[in-house]
């Protein structure tokens, strides 16, 4: 029999013959937290991939052919706005991360997707504070250094360069982690994240390939983004979606459940 009782603790009573289990009802924060995660992986979605305005801020470096990066570099078009919004993409995704951590809060990988998500938002914040040591669209000597495997490996005492490969390997990482998370309860978000990961992890390793290559790497890199910003917005739908469970969850009393006592 399933009955309603208003204990104060969680546990086992012992009552008329009965063993009484008691659960503590979900925390009322809960929702509240789901609504502001996932407002903020919306709002992240697209600041993550604000280098889509270059095409009305005209920079001087190549669209197609440049880093990202290069469009935050001294004496471009609105370097500004670029930086503001990857710090601003940023600080919604670190919120964003409490959000996850609420949704999986009872699976055991929760801290691990969040710590993830969240190193994707700090990596974006190190983006929009730090700029490229130079520009290889416009400098030979700069993109010569960059097609050797020995150039790359001495961009990484760089903090710029650290902050993208973390916010690369994490938004992988995470996202291929929170698929196979949600398979259980939702197998269809959960092939779609794993699929995302796995893209965004493919796109990294060919963007390595191009570069000791002495290829462009502009449309892989901003493909890469534009799939950072896709799971970001995932996260959101995700969110919005479990955000009625949590709530009826939330209104639920504590539960009774009464089993007979062992003799």
């Known amino acids: 029999m399933l009955g309603t009782a208003h204990l104060a603790q969680p546990g086992n009573y012992a009552a008329a013959g009965t063993i009484v289990t008691i659960t503590q009802p979900p925390r009322q924060q ?3 937290l789901c609504d502001i995660g996932a407002y ?27 880093f ?12 500004w706005l670029f930086r503001l919004s990857d710090i601003a993409s940023g600080l919604a995704i670190v919120v964003t991360a409490l959000g996850v951590f609420v949704l999986l809060e009872q699976q055991r990988r929760a801290n691990l997707v969040a710590v993830l998500v969240a190193c994707v938002g700090v990596g974006s914040l190190i983006d929009g504070t730090t700029t490229m040591s130079c520009a290889p669209s416009v400098d030979q ?16 005492n760089q903090l710029h360069t650290d902050s993208g490969l973390i916010g690369f390997l994490s938004a992988a990482t995470g996202a291929v982690l929170l698929g196979m998370t949600l398979m259980v309860s939702s197998p269809r978000w959960g092939r779609l994240m794993i699929a995302i990961g796995l893209t ?7 963007d390595i390939c191009l570069l000791l290559a002495g290829a462009d790497i502009g449309t892989t890199e901003r493909l890469r983004t534009l ?6 917005a995932a996260i959101g739908v995700a969110l919005i979606r479990a955000r009625p469970i949590l709530t ?16």
């Not at 920079?59 to 440049?66: D, K, L």
């Not at 990202?68 to 370097?79: C, D, K, T, V």
């Open 227 to 232: 799939l950072t910003s896709a799971w970001l």
């Open 68 to 79: 990202i990066s290069e469009l935050e570099a001294p004496g471009q078009p609105y370097n």
């Open 200 to 206: 965004i992890a493919a796109t990294g390793l060919l």
């Open 248 to 263: 009826s969850a939330m209104h639920q009393r504590t539960s009774m459940t009464l089993q007979p006592r062992p003799r």
């Open 30 to 32: 809960r929702p509240a």
């Open 40 to 66: 903020s992986a919306l709002f992240a979605a697209p600041t993550y991939s604000s280098f889509l305005l270059s095409r009305w801020t005209r920079p001087a470096a190549s669209r197609g052919a440049a």
């Open 141 to 156: 000597r700069c993109a010569a250094a960059e097609s050797t495997a020995l150039g790359l490996l001495q961009q990484l």
